[in-house]
């Protein structure tokens, strides 16, 4: 079974991925890639407190998820791959060409960013990356919890200009 | 003048969760024992883990709280609280907390924070009964 969902969200490891998401996709393993958390160990237990004991937690830099991608991805479990930013997306995606979709669950604001769901906000340089993450075959859609809709890029993004 | 209950020994709280879980059990406290002010909510929608970290920060400062509550063990608020905790010495977490919990809290008689926190956790987690179909 191929990982579940690959994801943006700022805060890693929280009450929706764990359970919004964990529950109703019976996810066993989470693959939390950053480079500062793979670093400290400190970090690593922190998340490791926040995961219920039938899940597996795995860290890695952008680097290492690379070489490692394809062992989690021929898990039979379902699993779900985090990412705290867009940047370590994009490096991951340009190392893994097996990734086809990204979910973006949670990119909260900041100065500089412009909101564009209630859950992302983005400056104009994480929108070009996000077109260029697009523009190279992967799918990209806004989608929090499972029981919203994926709204499309393209559609998250015209919908900005609109306003 | 306010007709505010003082703050026990156990000092006053922060409660930290999803959307309005907070202020909605704060609600209720206050309801069933008028001592709704010993308790500070915070919800964590809308925020980067920074801002809660922050915001968890600044209102342990501004009530002098050493009691931090949050409503899922796995969710933004309790890795936020953790993060407070590692440079605020005294300060206690509990993690999953309910109505029964933050009720015994109020009312604690408990010397100190920890031990006031010990024993909400432990009524709260007393509290949950299943009732089954006869």
């Known amino acids: 079974m191929p990982i579940q969902l690959h994801r943006i969200d700022d ?18 393993f989470l693959i939390l890639v950053d480079d500062a958390v793979a670093s400290s160990d400190w970090e690593k237990d922190l998340y490791r407190m926040a995961v219920p004991p039938e899940m597996e937690i795995h860290f890695f830099d952008v680097a290492t998820a690379i070489r490692e991608h394809a062992r989690f991805a021929a898990d039979p479990r ?31 604001h900041r100065a500089g960013r412009s909101q564009f769901r209630r859950y992302v906000y983005l400056t104009p340089d994480e929108e070009a990356a996000l077109h260029r993450l697009e523009g190279s075959g992967i799918e990209v859609t806004a ?16 919908e900005k200009e609109t306003r | 003048m306010s007709d ?29 024992s008028g001592m709704g002010d010993r308790l500070i909510g915070l919800s964590n929608t809308g925020m980067t883990p920074a801002d809660i970290e922050s915001a968890i920060r600044s209102h342990l400062t501004a009530a002098g709280a050493r009691v931090i509550f949050t409503d899922l063990p796995s969710g933004s608020a309790t890795i936020a609280a953790r993060r407070v905790m590692r440079d605020a010495p005294g300060v206690v977490l509990v993690s999953g907390v309910n109505l029964a919990t933050l009720l015994d809290f109020v009312f604690t008689s408990c010397p100190t924070p920890t031990e006031a926190a010990r ?4 009524r709260g987690r007393a509290s949950l009964i299943v009732v089954e179909p006869t």
């Open chain 2, 4 to 32: 505010a209950a003082p703050a026990g020994a156990a000092g006053r709280a922060i409660v930290v969760g999803h959307g309005g879980f907070a202020e909605g059990l704060i609600s209720a406290v206050a309801q069933i």
């Open chain 2, 119 to 122: 024993a909400a956790a432990d």
């Open chain 1, 143 to 158: 989608q929090d919890v499972p029981a919203a809709r994926a709204v499309p890029l393209s559609e998250m993004l015209a």
């Open chain 1, 11 to 28: 805060r890693l490891v929280h009450g929706q991925v764990v359970v919004g998401w964990g529950q109703p996709l019976d996810i066993r």
């Open chain 1, 78 to 108: 379902p699993g779900i791959l985090l990412t705290g930013d867009i940047d370590s997306m994009q490096r991951l995606v340009t190392g893994v060409t097996a990734i086809g979709s990204v979910n973006l669950g949670g990119i909260h």
